[in-house]
């Protein structure tokens, strides 16, 4: 296929089981080398998409070319050229790590001899050559997430898959994961990620769409999603268990204001006005936090839900 050219693409793409849809005529347009993420709650319709992508769901309607091709036509050969980390570890607890990533290599028909080379280069690349002889049970959640990934880079994909990478892993092995995919993506390799952490979307992502329903909703950069839907600021207000509070008084400094269950947030470009405003007023809330804008932002305006409803 032409440089040029899209590497996935997707007229009208809809995915149904039985009655309901799961995936609602969606277009799609991802460049190679871009890093480009689906973000959106659980049930949005993420993984379903990330499926017909890795031609292992056949498309209800619409069309969809991966790679240049038809994965209704050329199944094989696309999961060829493809690297996959799904949701859920899928790893071979009775190997070590190195022959898990030996025996998953044989499955694309390369040699033996070429195997135990490369799979010395990836576990160095994801900070396990150490653990190379190991059993693969006693790893840490973020050992079999690195290891993973390392599996589906094997055959040299030109397209990674990745849906929810992070997810359950503490905040140290999450940034390690970002940083490997960081240096794949600066090696050209083509990434495609679902997550519902806004955080990670921000860090990994060129480009995203946000979908609900099924649907996209938005799509564009991070930084132009906030900027588009949110304010540069979020004033965050705690007040007492069920005290009633008018927060009229600072209209004119709030571009709107969100009422969650516990803490009501402040839409505003001036958040030190909007907080004096509101002592001016009388009104003592138990805490308050000014922070930027964010994707769960823009998330709620859209939709009306936070991202880990």
């Keep these: 296929m032409p440089v040029d050219d899209p590497l996935i693409s997707a007229t009208g793409l809809t995915k149904r089981f039985g009655s309901f849809t799961a995936v609602d005529a969606i277009d799609l347009s991802i460049a190679r080398g871009e890093s480009f993420g689906f973000l959106g709650p659980n049930g949005a319709g993420k993984s ?6 890795a031609a292992v769901s056949p498309v209800t309607s619409g069309t969809l070319r991966i790679l240049g091709l038809d994965p209704a036509v050329h199944g094989p050969a696309i999961r060829a050229r493809l690297g996959v980390v799904p949701q859920e570890d899928s790893l071979d607890t009775e190997l070590t790590v190195e022959e898990n990533l030996i025996v998953y290599g044989r499955y694309f028909d390369l040699p033996r001899s070429l195997l135990r080379a490369r799979a010395a280069e990836l576990l160095e690349f994801v900070q396990l050559t150490e653990r190379a002889r190991d059993q693969v049970e006693p790893l840490s959640g973020g050992m079999k997430r690195r290891l993973t990934i390392a599996r589906a880079l094997v055959n040299e994909p030109e397209l990674l898959l990745l849906d929810e990478p992070t997810t359950g892993l503490d905040p140290q092995a999450r940034h390690l994961v970002w940083d490997r995919l960081y240096r794949l993506k600066q090696r050209g390799t083509t990434l495609v990620l679902t997550t519902h952490y806004m955080d990670e979307a921000e860090q990994l992502c060129d480009r995203l769409v946000v979908m609900d329903g099924g649907r996209i909703v938005a799509e564009g950069t991070p930084a132009d999603l906030i900027r588009e839907h949110s304010t540069r600021e979020v004033l965050e207000l705690r007040f007492a268990p069920g005290e009633e509070v008018d927060l009229g008084v600072i209209d004119g400094l709030a571009s709107r204001i969100e009422r969650l269950p516990d ?47």
Excluded: H, K, W
């Design 263 to 309: 803490r009501v947030l402040v839409y505003t470009d001036d958040s030190d006005a909007a907080l004096a405003r509101v002592g001016t007023a009388g009104l003592t809330p138990a805490t308050a936090l000014t922070r930027r804008s964010t994707l769960e932002d823009v998330f709620l305006r859209l939709t009306g839900r936070r991202l880990v409803d």
């Design 48 to 53: 379903s998409t990330m499926r017909m992508i």
